[in-house]
């Protein structure tokens, strides 16, 4: 069965520093790997997406993920956090259809002044 | 274009009534699906439907029925609420353009208390 794990709950940045967001997933075939993002009170808005090619995937927003199949993982990255990007990041999970698409529990952003 | 559309946005129930979340979009995307959103769970897929006329079970179907009549509409209802319902619920949708799944357009949720 599919999962997602992202191990941490929340992190907290400085406005300016780097930013990496953990996500390892669990598929038997070649997944279709996603990042959302979801600010309080707001529905989820896709960041970006990976379906073959490139393991390296640009997204909106100046964010960025890899995928790496050997450590079955897939990793936000955004090099300079701007307080705006206080949220909430959602990794996701699905199968070719995109029918059936699991989702980790999350991890909360908070960005320092 | 209004994207995915939902309603109510909040609704208090008491136990054993039984309602229907609206969920409709206008992008004319076949896919849709409903989860439900608890703290420290991320979001749990109900059920989920590829197109008009055909629908399935997702992780956490039990007390729960949805039907797709049309391509736009997607209704949620709960048959009898149970204070386990109470959560905040996310509609979504997406197309499959050449074999590919491009990701959800999501719904700004209801969120439901049942007491």
């Known amino acids: 069965a599919q999962s997602v794990t992202q191990p941490d709950i929340h992190i907290t940045v400085s406005e300016g520093a780097s930013l990496e967001l953990r996500c390892n997933y669990s598929?038997?075939?070649?997944?279709?790997l996603f990042w959302y993002v979801q600010s309080p009170g707001q529905g989820l808005q896709l960041l970006l997406k990976?379906?073959?090619?490139?393991?390296l995937v640009q997204g909106i927003k100046g964010f960025e993920a890899e995928f790496k199949r050997s450590q079955s993982s897939f990793n936000l990255r955004k090099p300079s956090v701007h307080w705006s990007d206080a949220a909430e990041y959602f990794c996701?999970?699905?199968?070719?259809?995109?029918?059936?698409?699991?989702f980790g529990a999350g991890t909360r952003l908070f960005v320092k002044a | 274009n209004a994207g995915v559309t939902q309603t109510p946005k909040f609704q208090v129930l008491k136990t054993g009534q039984s309602m229907t979340l609206q969920c409709a979009q206008d992008?004319?995307?076949?896919?849709m699906s409903w989860y439900r959103q608890d703290p420290g769970m991320g979001l749990r897929l109900i059920h989920y439907?590829?197109?008009?006329?055909?629908?399935d079970q997702g992780e956490v179907p039990n007390g729960y029925n949805v039907s797709r009549s049309t391509t736009e509409d997607f209704p949620l209802r709960l048959l009898s609420a149970a204070p386990s319902q109470t959560s905040v619920y996310f509609c979504?949708?997406?197309?499959?353009?050449?074999?590919?799944?491009?990701?959800?357009?999501f719904g700004s949720g209801t969120r439901l208390t049942v007491v």
């Open positions: 979504a949708s997406s197309y499959s353009g050449t074999g590919n799944f491009y990701g959800y357009t």
């Open positions: 598929y038997g075939a070649t997944p279709y």
């Open positions: 990976y379906f073959s090619g490139d393991t």
């Open positions: 996701a999970v699905s199968n070719t259809g995109g029918f059936k698409t699991i």
């Open positions: 992008m004319n995307h076949e896919y």
């Open positions: 439907s590829v197109g008009a006329g055909i629908t």
